[in-house]
């Protein structure tokens, strides 16, 4: 079993305590966050809650290398997208079975069966138009939306300038506007 | 403002990063320049994409959340049919990671059930003895075992992993029958042992003679993807490249990137394992287990019929009591020789035992019995492998002898026995009536301590677990939550929760349930004066009132220093101990009452308030 750090041998127990504390708050804070950034990038909430929860508890088992310089929330940020990844690289790495219907899970569930199928075909167009999107532009559209970093925390997270976050986020919005257009009375409502 | 400049700041605009000034004017220009504004409209309409998605949003939270401060590996989480695989845990992780495994049975042996020289048993009896949550500590208990997350299980990667939550603590005596064990040495399997098992805490006793245990083993080697590999070592086996080729051949070596694989009259060969799609092993080795499993080698030197009952601890079952008080409306009001009121409310009270099972097995019509107290844990001293929880070896002992647990109290405990047997699935809750009583007679009090609030009156009941009152049994700790009718003939709704300790009959108990609404308290200093050397007199005007239609009594609680030697109030006062004032005040409907006390103390010794002669 592998020994985990301990600082608290040498250091201060109560000042690391609370640190532990506020970086136990920060990781709930960010949940959502992650979570909807996840969503994004992976168009589903199963996969992405439970691409979340690895990240999160990845984050927390790693608490002690969080130094306290940077931003709390920006750090949780890189680990769920260096967790996603690597996620990603194992599954290209590994036979998996395909999706079966992805949109499936995220039908919508409502009582007028009409209202409900248009909503299901525009959940459908979104997803698909999100997944068509160069991964760049997914990945900063979906970082801005996830509601939780500003354009500058976003350049932190990915290590680029904030010009060209915004670029991404500019090109990635136009296109999906360009996809979506036929649906512009839904999206606008 | 230009064209160029507002293109700049446009997606800043949409996403309000944007000072009001610079707003102001990204707004003026907007208004006069079509371009700007398609813009701006195209933009939304992406990001008016991205929301719908996210308004699907049906994961939780706190679902999340909840697997993410635990050690302990992350929580399944059921998923529908259909949905890609994901690594679940972590041997599926680790199956994933170097590529998919497939057994290839060998035709020409089947398939090995229990090698020879190996009896199985047949179950005849189960109990289940759970413990009570013991107190609160700072501690981290050590949960179960549990493989480290990241990489494949093997024996020596097992320790305990630390958890913040108790993890739940059982003894099981599992009682069961050999129909043949044959004279002389023989291995005896018994499987369907929990997960979390504490291995150094089984125990196994024949209750005939002659039947003598040489050697116990706990094998949780199971068949994951490293373990299989690892005994192909100098063994033969086939491997498919890039879906295309296959290579059969002597497996030399392999680490987490390369298997080195020698075909027969050639040289070594190193295969990158991100290439490998599958590896083809001819049988299952032996040794590998599908699941946990106790192994005994036994000497029967007596028939060849046995009955043994083995005894261990294990983690992952847990208890707790929870208490629902229904308020049946029924209310009696005393008027006191002091001219106080007391408000008397009847209740039925209805306890339950919340089982939870996380061990890792389904226990089949087990006896259940729920042990109320805090047993002594002792933890570990450092992250010794040998050092898991245990409770004092000779206690195990004990207790797996006391044939069938019948009695209510042993020791210093309690005991509750569910009269029928009863079957515990993995991961299943599962609620147990454990009393009933009804026509509790619970006196209502309002308390006001100025000290935790100086404006709310905490509304208290108070009971004694006696018979006279129909109750009179030990009750477990555990929650307690209230129910009252708004009038006699509605339903009753949930109106407040509180907790309760362990409490043995024939002593109060008091439930804790939230703040008076029409009661409101003030408190102010009035003066604070040093009379002489370490000696102090302090004045307080405590102001109560109510806003029922009836009468109330509040009781006031205050602290004083211990050193208080003289108390003047224009209220009867008592010191129920020392350094502690009450006092009963009645405040009439839409009215007010006054207490003003004076309270003198010292630094040094002498009389205090409430210390006997």
Redesign the interface.
């Known amino acids: 079993v592998k020994e985990p750090t301990r600082p608290a041998d040498t250091g201060d127990t109560a000042t690391h305590a609370a640190a532990a504390q506020s970086l136990r708050a920060a990781i709930e804070d960010a949940c959502q966050g992650v979570r909807w950034y996840l969503l994004g990038m992976c168009g589903n909430w199963h996969e992405a809650d439970e691409a979340a929860q690895q990240a999160l508890a990845k984050a927390w088992a790693r608490r002690e290398q969080f130094d306290g310089r940077s931003d709390a929330r920006t750090w949780i940020f890189a680990i769920a997208r260096n967790h996603w990844l690597d996620e990603m690289r194992k599954r290209k790495r590994a036979p998996r079975t395909e999706p079966v219907e992805t949109v499936a899970d995220n039908l919508s569930v409502t009582d007028d069966p009409a209202a409900g199928l248009e909503q299901d075909e525009l959940a459908r167009a979104v997803a698909e138009a999100m997944a068509s999107l160069p991964a760049e532009q997914r990945e900063a559209v979906s970082l801005r939306e996830s509601g939780a970093l500003t354009f500058a925390e976003i350049a932190r997270t990915l290590d680029v300038p904030v010009a060209t976050v915004k670029s991404r986020v500019r090109a990635g919005l136009a296109r999906l506007a360009e996809k979506l257009r036929p649906y512009h009375r839904e999206l606008s409502s | 403002m230009n064209c160029t400049t507002c293109r700049d700041l446009?997606?800043?605009y949409l996403?309000g990063?944007l000072d009001e000034a610079r707003r102001g004017e990204v707004e003026a220009h907007l208004a006069s320049c079509d371009d700007c504004r398609t813009e701006l409209e195209?933009?939304s309409?992406?990001?008016?994409?991205?929301?719908?998605?996210?308004q699907?949003?049906?994961?939780?939270?706190n679902?999340?959340?909840a697997?993410?401060?635990d050690?302990a590996p992350?929580?399944r989480?059921r998923?529908?049919a259909?949905?890609?695989?994901?690594?679940l845990a972590t041997a599926a992780a680790a199956i994933?990671?170097i590529?998919?495994w497939v057994y290839l049975p060998d035709p020409a042996s089947p398939a090995k059930a229990a090698p020879m020289g190996e009896v199985k048993l047949v179950r005849k009896d189960l109990s289940l003895t759970i413990f009570s949550t013991p107190p609160q500590t700072t501690t981290a208990y050590p949960g179960p075992l549990s493989p480290?997350r990241n990489k494949p299980w093997r024996l020596g990667?097992?320790?305990p992993g630390y958890v913040h939550g108790w993890p739940g603590l059982a003894l099981v005596r599992d009682e069961r029958a050999i129909a043949n064990l044959k004279a002389g040495t023989s291995t005896v399997r018994f499987d369907g042992v929990p997960t979390a098992i504490l291995p150094t805490s089984v125990r196994l006793d024949s209750d005939r003679d002659g039947v003598q245990v040489l050697e116990q083993n706990y094998q949780y080697d199971l068949a994951t993807a490293s373990a299989v590999l690892e005994r192909y070592i100098d063994r033969t086996l086939t491997v498919r490249v890039d879906q295309a080729q296959d290579v059969t051949g002597k497996l030399l070596s392999y680490d987490d990137r390369f298997l080195v694989l020698q075909p027969s009259g050639e040289g070594p060969r190193s295969i990158d394992r991100?290439a490998v799609?599958?590896v083809s092993f001819p049988d299952l080795p032996e040794g590998l287990l599908t699941r946990p499993t106790l192994m005994w080698r036994v000497d029967n030197r007596g028939a060849a019929r046995q009955d043994l009952t083995v005894a261990y601890l294990t983690y992952g079952l847990q208890w707790r009591a929870d208490y629902v008080v229904k308020l049946s409306g029924r209310q009696e009001t005393v008027a006191t020789d002091e001219g106080h009121r007391e408000i008397y409310d009847y209740a039925d009270l209805a306890g339950y035992a919340t089982v939870t099972n996380n061990s890792g097995v389904t226990f089949e019509e087990a006896q259940l019995k729920l042990m109320a107290g805090d047993v002594r844990v002792i933890l570990p001293s450092g992250?010794r492998l040998s050092g898991y929880l245990e409770t004092d070896g000779a206690w195990v002992q004990e207790q797996a002898q006391l044939g069938g647990f019948e009695q209510k109290s042993f020791f210093e405990y309690h005991l509750y026995t569910l009269g029928r047997k009863t079957t515990i699935r993995e991961a299943e809750t599962k609620q147990i009536e454990l009393m009933t009583a009804a026509g509790v007679k619970m006196k209502r009090r309002y308390i006001y301590r100025p000290q935790r609030s100086d404006r709310l009156v905490q509304v208290v009941s108070e009971l004694i677990n006696e018979e006279a009152n129909q109750l009179g049994k030990p009750l477990p700790k555990g929650t307690v939550r209230l129910w009252a009718r708004p009038d006699p003939e509605s339903d009753p709704l949930y109106a407040a929760s509180s907790q309760i300790d362990h409490t043995p009959k024939d002593e109060k108990l008091t439930f804790t349930w939230g703040h008076a609404f029409d009661l409101v308290g003030e408190a102010r200093s009035l003066s604070k004066r040093k009379l002489g050397d370490a000696h102090w007199r302090e004045t307080w005007r405590y102001k109560l009132r109510n806003h029922k239609d009836h009468a109330v009594s509040v009781t006031l609680v205050r602290d004083v220093p211990p050193t208080t030697y003289d108390v003047q109030a224009n209220h009867p006062w008592r010191a129920p101990r020392v350094g502690l004032i009450e006092i009963d005040v009645t405040v009439q409907p839409g009215g007010e009452a006054v207490v003003e006390w004076t309270h003198t103390y010292n630094h040094l010794s002498g009389r205090w308030v409430g210390r006997p002669n």
Do not use: K
């Open positions: 446009l997606l800043d996403y990063e195209t933009l309409l992406g990001r008016a994409a991205v929301r719908t998605q996210l699907h949003d049906r994961g939780d939270n679902a999340v959340l697997g993410v401060f050690q992350p929580q989480r998923r529908p259909g949905w890609l695989l994901v690594p994933l990671a590529g998919l480290d990667q097992w320790g991100s799609t599958s992250r």
